[in-house]
């Protein structure tokens, strides 16, 4: 098992080869372009960690794009996710979705503490084994999945907090 460490940043080239896949999905749906879906893609794109739609909205309104309205933005995100260049995770305490980059990014899993919010991206072969045996005895085939654990992180536990 080990820790997952933040990817860098995508540069210019990464960001480039992210927007021609999803151009590519938007043509496979019949879709037409769209600048506004582009200025979101990019942003969402380069967000570091964790993020909420209220979040990704915030720093879009930052960028000037005001085209980029919250019904745009939850029309775009699961385009994105469709795309293979977000992945949806459930690290919040109950409070929506949220959403990081998964493009040129190796897949992790999430524990998660429940008091403070903490969140430690691991990567454990065995468990990803376990997930293919369990699809293959139910006669499925992975096409992904959120794993997150979820407990208290040991600075909570210290500070007698319990939940």
């Known amino acids: 098992m080990r820790h997952v460490t933040q990817p860098p940043a995508l540069d210019e080239a990464g960001l480039e080869r992210a927007?021609?896949?999803?151009?590519?999905t938007v043509r496979q749906r019949g879709l037409k372009g769209s600048?506004?879906?582009d200025a979101i893609a990019r942003a969402a794109l380069l967000r570091r960690g964790?993020?909420?739609?209220?979040?990704?909205?915030?720093?879009l309104r930052e960028?000037?794009?005001v085209d980029a309205?919250?019904?745009t933005v939850y029309r775009v995100l699961p385009l994105l996710v469709e795309a293979g260049l977000l992945q949806m995770t459930l690290v919040s305490k109950g409070d929506g979705a949220r959403y990081e980059r998964a493009f040129e990014r190796e897949h992790h899993d999430h524990l998660?503490?429940?008091r403070c919010g903490k969140v430690v991206e691991f990567e454990f072969e065995a468990i990803e084994v376990l997930q293919r045996d369990v699809a293959e005895r139910f006669g499925f085939r992975l096409t992904g999945h959120v794993h997150e654990l979820l407990g208290i992180c040991k600075d909570c536990s210290a500070a007698g907090v319990d939940d």
């Open 69 to 71: 309205h919250p019904a």
């Open 63 to 65: 960028r000037g794009v």
């Open 50 to 59: 964790h993020f909420s739609v209220d979040d990704l909205l915030k720093e």
């Open 35 to 37: 600048s506004v879906r």
């Open 112 to 114: 998660i503490c429940t």
């Open 19 to 24: 927007l021609e896949r999803l151009r590519r």
